[in-house]
């Protein structure tokens, strides 16, 4: 077996599906609730987004041994630069941040796919992805990631408007997880959305076809 499928293999082992979208100064980001060992579910609330600050959120697909280490790191980080410098992390200081730590862990790499959504000055929404080595992919309408990606993409791209107020966000981020994770037998059951505007942090639970 090569290198680059025992990889995919390890990325697909949890299976996974996260996405960030930005609307008119607000932004979402969803992901399913199961985990599970290649085909057998094994829980299904489980976490992959975290909230680093109040206008910030970062969500964690792949391994979810490694999604939790990586998230008590950067945790860990955040709140020495809150020490120091006395404020919040920006959205792409956080990005610069993750993507530092996971090159240089590049040669023994976390096998996560990071998504970070945030609000950052004027509240201008940012989103962004990145692989396991921590190479940058900024987008100005979504970004996807974990084994649902292909079917993410193609909802996203037909749903996705932009400028939607947070109502309509919300519906659109919901159908586009609930429908794509349908179509992989990897994810699903139900969804985890956060709604954040420069007010206030909504979050909801959706419930799929099995709950």
């Not at 025992?6 to 082992?13: A, K, M």
């Not at 040669?107 to 950052?120: K, M, N, R, T």
Request: proline share 3%.
């Amino acid at each position: 077996m090569s290198v680059s499928s025992l990889l995919y293999q390890i990325f697909e082992y949890n299976g996974s599906a996260l996405v960030a979208m930005v609307g008119k100064n607000c932004f979402a980001i969803a992901s399913d609730r199961r985990l599970g060992v290649q085909l057998q579910t094994i829980a299904t609330d489980f976490q992959r987004i975290f909230k680093i600050h109040d206008k910030l959120f970062l969500g964690l697909s792949g391994l979810g041994s490694d999604a939790q280490t990586l998230h008590q790191r950067l945790v860990f980080r955040h709140k020495l630069y809150q020490l120091r410098e006395e404020r919040d992390m920006k959205p792409e200081t956080f990005a610069s941040l993750v993507s530092a730590m996971l090159y240089e862990k590049r040669f023994g790499p976390y096998f996560c796919q990071p998504v970070i959504a945030g609000l950052g000055e004027d509240d201008k929404p940012f989103i962004c992805t990145m692989d396991s080595i921590g190479a940058k992919e900024l987008a100005k309408d979504f970004v996807v990631a974990g084994t649902a990606s292909e079917s993410l993409y193609g909802a996203c791209e037909s749903m996705f408007k932009p400028d939607m107020d947070h109502e309509e966000l919300f519906e659109t981020i919901s159908q586009a997880l609930i429908s794509s994770v349908d179509r992989d037998c990897l994810s699903g059951w139900g969804g985890h959305v956060y709604i954040v505007t420069p007010n206030e942090v909504t979050e909801r639970i959706l419930k799929g076809r099995m709950d």
